[in-house]
């Protein structure tokens, strides 16, 4: 068991290391290179401007992956080659199948609201599925689905820390339920990037970052999936500028490809 506090190292694209309690979580791994290309279904590629700060190869011991869905932005062909098949993935049903088709046997899809739970020691990690949707309206049914991830620590029956994963959705009312069910969120780390293909809108621009992150009130909010693909037509600027005002900037961490930054969210200065 270990009292380090939860921390994020950001490695690209919607990829990052999570160490939570004694636990070390993997998302949604795009490990390509600049200039490769990403399948992401339909006919449709887009070619990678940046490096990932890790290999897998580098990576330390994992316990689970936590998959938002399965385009090739977020599971492409260098993790399917190279992370261990009998690694737990946490993600959707429907990728799920295709995981499992792959040799991922320890896939796992949680339907909406669904927990998987990680136990060492008196600790448990406890990883919850959140609605999510990719595209507006009946445009959704083509592309895959998605989910968000709550991420609860606890050690000895008690709540330590609250993550909340977006995952690649765009905000909609559905999200509402979300602190309703789950108030006090420390942390939050927020998909951006306002992608679009032929002109839809398929991940959250600034204004619905700073909409989703007023929604859910996290003690603090890491902006991650912002200018890795040409499809990302939202830069990080716009959102911190948007954030900034309404008032959110004091609790926004931004995090640069490499870098670890603590996920407790930040003490307020005390008047002079």
């Not at 600049?34 to 890790?54: E, F, I, M, N, V």
């Not at 949680?110 to 990883?127: A, D, I, M, N, S």
């Not at 003690?219 to 500028?241: E, M, W």
């Amino acid at each position: 068991m270990t009292t380090q506090q939860p921390e994020v190292t950001f490695v690209g694209t919607a990829t990052t290391v999570l160490r939570i309690g004694g636990f070390t979580l993997l998302t949604d791994p795009n490990f390509l290179h600049r200039g490769q290309r990403a399948y992401l279904g339909r006919g449709l590629w887009s070619r990678r401007r940046t490096d990932p700060a890790l290999e897998i190869a580098q990576l330390p011991s994992l316990d689970a992956v936590v998959l938002s869905h399965l385009h090739g932005d977020h599971f492409d062909r260098v993790a399917r080659r190279e992370l261990d098949k009998a690694l737990p993935i946490v993600t959707t049903p429907q990728a799920e199948r295709k995981l499992r088709r792959w040799g991922f046997r320890a896939a796992e899809g949680l339907p909406t609201w669904r927990t998987r739970e990680l136990r060492r020691g008196g600790e448990t990690l406890r990883l919850t599925s959140m609605p999510g949707r990719h595209g507006p309206g009946l445009l959704d049914l083509a592309l895959p689905d998605v989910m968000g991830t709550m991420i609860d620590l606890e050690r000895d029956g008690e709540r330590r820390f609250r993550l909340y994963v977006t995952g690649d959705t765009l905000n909609r009312p559905m999200l509402a339920e979300i602190p309703q069910r789950y108030p006090d969120i420390d942390a939050m780390l927020i998909h951006l990037g306002g992608t679009r293909i032929a002109g839809i809108l398929l991940t959250m621009d600034a204004r619905q970052g700073a909409d989703l992150t007023e929604l859910v009130r996290p003690g603090l909010t890491v902006p991650i999936h912002y200018d890795d693909y040409p499809v990302f037509r939202s830069p990080l600027g716009h959102f911190l500028a948007e954030a900034r005002r309404r008032g959110l900037g004091d609790r926004i961490r931004t995090v640069h490809r490499g870098e670890t930054v603590p996920l407790t969210p930040p003490v307020p200065a005390r008047p002079a």
